[in-house]
């Protein structure tokens, strides 16, 4: 039990993403190892059952670039160079190792640049193959043996698949718990905001599964009680993007009179949004989860059906959403120099516009400097749903 | 008993007041500089002294533009995007279409029924806006409101590869060193940002008629370069800077109409024009 | 030499050898060829360069179309821009691979037009049977250009080949995983059949293919062959030329064309080497494109390069093959083709990664730098950053840093541009950059480094 949780829920996580990395250096100090990664991808029931603590990296929107490009080059996403930046001025340096799973070109091709500049004693990439189809999943399963033997090798004990199987019932459970949260989202007006959403949500990637399950449950209880719902716009909007981890984007959206009541954004969504099968080798289940259940446009999901059963395969989940949080518009936040969602914007544009849910397409590059920029743009378009 | 609306626009480079009824009442166009909240304060003081009113006798005061939030004693505030559609509604009513080329950023508009439907923007870069214009225009040694007309007398198309405007610059210089004449330059130029603007309208799938207003469409080079690229000719109102301003106060007017067809209260802002400081 | 920007009056790229010279009309040729192709029914297939199934394609007698190489073409003729901007109009963001805007841009304008846009470069891009990309370390745009294809072409299946191969890492040696990763290649080479079977009505000529492998094989010991010949000092071949070379090497390979063309390349440059006969006769600086893809529109900075007294001997862009009997394992031995295919690619990708072990702090790329620094006798090493293209240009400044630390201090220069997109190309300021570059070879020169 850690002394930051008699904080209270909503408090606690507030803490934790203002000073994020507080709980990784506190275990840190208490003889833990901790293990950075990149990516909702990364399978983080792995590294719990190594009895390592997991500790997603973030970036900082408040900070300036002023380290990584004498390293990495500008072209890589942004989100990438600020996580790669605040690493090189000590951010994180209580990390023992670095585990990055195969997202995208930004990370795998910066995958030399983190090893060799950060000198941390482990470092893996899991190979995760691009393709969802059989022999993908299966080599995606051996891969992940690859890894979980070399991270056992690090952590000085086999994983075993008892361990494993403990590791996912506490993901699984965790990420009901995000599920349970975003309903209080559906009611007019939604018992949390947006931007409390991504505060909770980024606090909980920076501490163990364990730890975020009681945080969750605690936030919930709170949230619960709350008499009145926090101000926020009548406008419903949904955020769909790949990692959002600053609340500052969506302040704004809400600043300019919405409430963003749904989203398909990591953390968010996207990332709980389904749960490992319970399998008898736990491996397969993990592998599975993750090269097919999370619906990421790095992943290319093999085609079956009609162009248009394939739209609905690859964006159905959004039209979902849309419906059952009862969305107003959909603001698709991409960053510049992204591959996996750059691509799609034409289709995924196409797609939410032929459900009559109208859409405003946002490029932004990471930074509180041109994130101010968006006001405009969102309200521009707040008063077009009007 | 009349009811007077108040639009005030805050662009980057030019501060726009209009004062309407049913037709306008007075308007005031001005450099903005930095100062905005004195600067809203001062040229609403101005429009109201033309138009023989004072502030109490404006219904509803509505802002817009790139300094919008700066104006203390308005009613609410509205988008540029939703302004020029308002206005351009009112104008020019058979426009689809509206782009709309100011000093630091140029918009694209798409209106259906009198509505805002889609719009882009480029705010990011100079290339596309006035401010590429005044540039090349300093480099060049012509003043700003002659480049349009000179651009017309260009006998041979030049074609001017940089979109980036620091770029363009130096490849004006250079070709003007080479003896390339500088209305021949100014059509290449012209053309460039036309193809820019162009590019960027091109998104909302154009439909006529298309509407030019802001800065830009004062230039006759560029109409003509836009009017090229587009394949037919635009519509341009009478005083396009005056667009967003008369919109806003429209938007207004709307505002004010809903609220006594519905029953509903109006939320009126607490600043009086009085209580800002004149000239502070 | 000075170059003109009106496209009628741009002077022609000078060569250094005959083989380069002849490219231009194999390109145009090849291109011919698809569209001839189109009009009599033949399937085409859109793909990528260094595919790893070329040998596949063939074999089935399947038309390949070649979507970077006809995006560099628009972008030698300084003709993309109008394609990159219809890209742009359909919420494609320019930071994008400028030659997927460019392809994409070009497919929207003609599914909108219903027939092929005015003038366009070379005959234009066809609409394809098939498009097949694949998921590997490689390239993003291999699994998404496609995808992102169908918004315009929603009829054309798109087959994605899992090629991914191991990276080089500390805590476990690649020849651990060579079984499942191998696995996996032949299983999705043989998925790739499958499809082309399915889509293409054409069946997999098993022997045919077994020839064609072995010509491949041949073919790259080949060009590996040829390319060592630039060892020589004076170097009989640049960079500039291999720019041209790389169209058999890449484009044609699995064919009897890119065999004939590289024995001639071959037996000119020995000519060349025999009689001293260098690609400048007073070379000065020898250096080494080491990474960066060029700018398509200003290959004539390799000749501002010459007239400065500077060659390319050797270069590691485009330079996709190794010697097969060069690996560490016995190629000849394995019979099955689609096998064949599997353990060439993983043997390429992972060529360097036994003798960067050995060298500490060292890296594959990095390693592979070392070695024809060495073997080529470099001076100094100029690496291009392009804009829009992730895969070659993300950690170019790391192996400059990398090889700088581990190995000596040697002269570098990163010019900044576009592979495809001219707008981003200042004639003025990278000619300024080369002659402070010059400068800095001279005083290393002069210091006797």
């Known amino acids: 039990m850690s002394t930051e949780s008699s904080l209270g829920g909503l408090a606690a996580a507030a803490r934790y993403y203002q000073d994020y990395g507080l709980r990784a250096r506190g275990l840190k100090g208490q003889g833990k190892k901790v293990i950075g990664y990149l990516c909702a991808l990364t399978p983080v029931e792995i590294i719990t059952a190594a009895g390592l603590v997991p500790f997603r990296i973030k970036g900082d929107v408040n900070e300036p670039i002023t380290r990584a490009d004498t390293q990495m080059e500008t072209i890589v996403c942004p989100l990438v160079r600020s996580c790669f930046d605040l690493s090189l001025k000590g951010k994180y340096e209580f990390l023992d190792g670095l585990v990055i799973p195969h997202a995208c070109d930004s990370i795998v091709r910066t995958y030399d640049v983190w090893k060799y500049s950060l000198g941390l004693g482990y470092n893996h990439f899991i190979n995760m193959p691009h393709s969802d189809d059989d022999s993908s999943l299966e080599f995606f399963e051996a891969e992940l043996a690859t890894f979980r033997k070399s991270l056992g090798g690090f952590a000085g004990k086999e994983i075993s698949d008892e361990a494993l199987a403990r590791a996912v019932e506490l993901c699984n459970q965790n990420r009901a718990r995000v599920r349970e949260l975003y309903e209080l989202r559906k009611s007019a007006p939604p018992l949390i905001s947006g931007a409390e959403i991504t505060r909770v949500l980024t606090a909980a990637m920076s501490i163990p599964v364990e730890e975020s399950l009681e945080l969750l449950s605690s936030v919930i209880e709170e949230v619960k009680k709350r008499e009145g719902a926090p101000a926020g716009g009548v406008t419903r909007i949904m955020v769909v993007g790949a990692q959002v981890d600053d609340m500052a984007f969506i302040k704004l959206v809400e600043d300019s009179g919405a409430s963003v009541v749904a989203d398909d954004l990591c953390p968010g969504g996207r990332e709980h949004w389904s749960d490992v099968d319970v399998t008898s080798a736990p491996l397969g289940g993990i592998a599975e989860r993750y090269l097919r259940k999370i619906n990421c446009g790095r992943t290319y999901r093999e085609m079956g059906g009609t162009y248009a059963e394939y739209l609905e395969h690859r964006f159905g989940h959004i039209g979902r959403a849309i419906k059952d949080f009862k969305a107003d518009g959909v603001i698709l936040y991409i960053y510049k120099y992204c591959d996996p969602f750059g691509f799609e914007v034409p289709q995924v544009k196409g797609y939410i516009e032929s459900l009559g849910t109208p859409v405003l397409y946002l490029e932004d590059e990471y930074s509180m400097s041109t994130i101010g920029r968006m006001r405009t743009r969102i309200q521009a378009f707040l008063e077009l749903i009007g | 008993m009349a009811d007077f609306f108040a639009g005030v626009d805050i662009g980057s480079t030019m501060t726009k007041v209009a004062i309407m009824d049913g037709g306008i009442v007075a308007s005031v166009i001005g450099p903005t500089g930095p100062e905005h909240r004195k600067l809203a304060n001062k040229v609403m003081g101005e429009a109201l002294a033309k138009a023989g009113l004072s502030f109490d006798e404006i219904t509803y005061v509505v802002a817009t533009g790139y300094g919008r939030i700066n104006v203390p004693f308005a009613d609410k505030q509205i988008t540029e995007i939703s302004c020029h559609a308002r206005g351009i509604g009112s104008l020019l009513p058979a426009a689809r279409t509206v782009i709309d080329i100011g000093g630091q950023d140029s918009k694209g508009i798409k209106l259906k029924d009198g509505r805002v439907v889609d719009f882009v923007m480029n705010d990011k870069c100079a290339a596309g806006t006035g401010r590429y214009l005044e540039v090349i225009a300093e480099a060049l040694g012509v003043a700003l409101d002659e480049i349009g007309r000179r651009s017309l007398e260009a006998e041979r198309e030049v074609a001017i590869s940089s979109t980036c405007t620091v770029f363009a610059e130096q490849e004006v210089v250079s070709r003007l060193a080479e003896g390339i004449p500088v209305e021949d330059l100014l059509a290449g130029i012209h053309k460039a940002i036309a193809t820019r603007v162009y590019g960027m309208v091109n998104r909302l799938k154009i439909e006529r008629e298309v509407a030019i207003t802001g800065g830009g469409a004062k230039n006759i080079g560029l109409v003509k370069a836009l009017e090229a690229k587009l394949g037919f000719q635009v519509l341009v109102p009478p005083e396009p800077l005056l667009t967003g301003a008369i919109g806003a106060a429209l938007l207004g007017r709307d505002i004010v109409e809903e609220a006594v067809q519905s029953g509903l209260s109006l939320t009126r802002s607490e600043r009086r024009l009085r209580e800002a400081t004149f000239f502070s | ?449």
């Open chain 3, 1 to 449: 030499m000075a170059e003109e920007k009106k496209p009628e009056q741009r002077k022609k790229r000078r060569t250094a050898t005959e083989a380069a010279s002849k490219v231009a009309p194999m390109v145009k040729a090849m291109i011919g060829n698809v569209l001839q192709a189109k009009e009599e029914g033949k399937p085409i297939a859109s793909t990528f360069i260094c595919c790893c199934y070329d040998e596949i394609i063939h074999a089935m007698d399947i038309v390949p179309h070649w979507v970077e190489n006809y995006a560099g073409i628009c972008g030698a003729k300084r003709d993309a821009q109008r394609f990159l901007e219809k890209a742009e109009a359909g919420n494609l963001s320019r930071s994008l691979c400028t030659y997927a805007l460019c392809g994409l841009g070009f497919d929207a304008l003609r599914e909108e037009l219903g027939e092929m846009p005015p003038e366009p470069p070379w005959g234009g891009q066809v609409k394809p049977t098939v498009m097949l990309g694949s998921g590997q370390i490689l390239c993003d745009p291999r699994n998404k250009w496609f995808q992102a294809a169908q918004h315009y072409m929603p009829d054309v299946p798109v087959c994605n080949v899992g090629l991914t191969w191991p990276l080089y890492e500390d805590d476990y040696d690649y020849h651990e995983v060579e079984g499942y990763y191998i696995k996996y290649f032949v299983e999705q080479l043989r998925g790739l059949v499958e499809f082309l079977e399915k889509y293409t009505g054409h069946k997999m000529d098993w022997d045919r293919l077994s020839e064609l492998v072995d010509l491949t094989d041949r073919t790259w010991n080949l060009v590996w062959e040829a390319y060592e010949l630039r060892r020589a000092v004076p170097t009989p071949m640049g960079t500039g030329d291999a720019m041209n070379t790389m169209v058999p090497m890449v484009f044609m390979m699995g064919t009897q064309e890119a065999y004939d063309f590289f024995k001639d390349l071959y037996d000119e440059l020995k000519q060349k080497v025999a009689d001293k006969e260098g690609v400048i006769p007073d070379e000065k600086y020898r250096l080494i494109w080491g990474g960066g893809l060029p700018s398509w529109f200003a290959l004539g900075d390799f000749n501002y390069f010459n007239s400065k007294g500077a060659v390319f001997p050797v270069e590691t862009t485009y330079r996709m093959i190794e010697a097969t009997y060069n690996y560490d394992m016995d190629l000849s031995k394995i019979s099955d083709p689609l096998e064949h295919i599997a353990w060439r690619w993983l043997k390429y990708w992972t060529y360097w990664y036994d003798k960067a072990r050995k060298r500490p702090g060292s890296q594959p790329e990095v390693e592979r730098l070392i070695q024809y620094i060495e073997d080529y006798k470099i001076d100094g090493i100029v690496m291009h950053e392009a804009f829009s293209c992730r895969t070659w240009h993300v950690g170019l400044i790391w192996q400059l840093n990398q090889l700088k630390k581990i190995y000596k201090d040697i002269p570098s220069l990163i010019l900044e541009s576009d592979i495809v997109d001219i707008s981003s190309y200042n004639e003025a300021d990278t000619r300024a950059r080369i002659d402070a570059f010059i400068d800095v070879l001279e005083a290393a020169k002069r210091k006797g480094k």
